[in-house]
């Protein structure tokens, strides 16, 4: 999918120069690259256990290993996952954005499988250009209604942003998105941490590790997943994590780049001011026209970043009437990112891009398309017949690591 000078592009195609000439028309390199990551946070929705009878439902079917061999990625062999993210929330968040299982036994009552972070293998950094770690943020391909049942209450944003947020502006943010991403739970199975900790103490690890190798740090998500990967980007550059420990102080800090799709807005417009002043941050925000959600909340928050706007209803491929879980669909914002050309340019697929894909989870593509509606489902549902003729759910892999303390499973 990447064309042979993207490595030599990286830089410009994360925002450098905040994607000035690159967005209308947009470019092809560029296309390809938001691709890749879109695939990253598919891989989230692939590999979340969502069936709530299971006693794993909330966790990751998969183990670290062998997640990208098991979803479906364009380049599985390019990054290798380092760690999985558990988020918890307050109560009053907890039941309207995480899955409970109903079974007793079950180990994500308290936390669910929230993403990964991953970094470039050998092979990746080659095709690269660089070492690139990637924090990748689960969301929900459900429309309006989980973002409309959130309370709208903001709450301060200083204590994620360092001294950028005791500049007495205070900078909030919405308060449930904050709840999931600080919050820890000492009951959890999953980690004690915080989502927000887990992520910066791998990061820090990283960073550590590759510290004498030029890298950058891609923060992505959808939906309810971009809200977190708008705090965790912040949050990443406010408090110094995109430097070694070991350079600190002398001026070399990976750039961050935030890449997110369908996002809410996040905070108000202090806190957007922040975003944008803080040396080497870019984000990069693709919004379909139809969709709702990130008009919402409408009322005292701002945009943030550089925006992309695509136009699914252009494509002849997917119904013409399609819904709000249409427009919301990450697989359809894909298929926008390879095809739309613009509002004078109409829509072709300038990147190939299988069509049948829309239809992974909803019901997106025209009726003339013989594609099952949802045909992604695994084989009898995880239900494997035994030697003595039974049938029992195995829809979990464990880790090699199942048993640490610190819930990195």
Known sequence: MFSGDMAE??????????WDGLLDPLDVDLRRCLITYGEMIMATYEAFIAESRSP?????????????????????????????????????????????PLCREGRARESNWMGYVAVATDEGAAALGRRDIVVAWRGTQRALEWVADLKL????????????????????VHRGYLSLYTSADEGSKLSKQSARMQVLTEIARLMEKYKDEETSITVVGHSLGATLATLNAADIVANGYNRSPDNSDDGRAAPVTAVVFGSPRTGD??????????????????RNKPDRIP??????????????????????????????????????????????????????????RDIALVNKFDDCLADEYPVPVGWKVHHNKNMVKGPDGRWVLEDHEPDYDDDEEDGNL
């Open 9 to 18: 592009r990286w830089r410009e195609l994360h925002g450098s120069e905040h």
């Open 56 to 100: 794993n439902a909330g966790m990751c079917r998969y183990r670290r290993a062998d997640l990208f061999r098991r979803v479906d990625v364009s380049h599985p062999g390019w990054y290798a996952a380092t760690r999985y993210i558990y988020a918890t929330a307050s109560a009053d968040v907890h039941g309207k954005v995480l899955l409970r």
């Open 153 to 172: 209450a903001l709450a301060s944003a200083a204590g994620i942003l360092g001294p950028e947020g005791a500049d007495g502006s205070d900078p909030s």
């Open 269 to 286: 417009r202090d806190f957007r001011d922040v975003f944008h002043r803080l040396p080497g941050l870019r984000m990069l925000r693709v």
């Open 295 to 352: 008009h919402y909340p409408p009322a005292g928050y701002a945009d943030v970043g550089v925006e992309l706007l695509i136009d699914t209803r252009r494509s002849p491929f997917l119904k013409p009437h399609g819904g709000e879980s249409q427009s919301h669909d990450l697989e359809c914002h894909l298929h926008g990112v390879a095809g739309w050309r613009g509002e004078q340019g109409g829509f072709e697929l300038v990147v190939e």
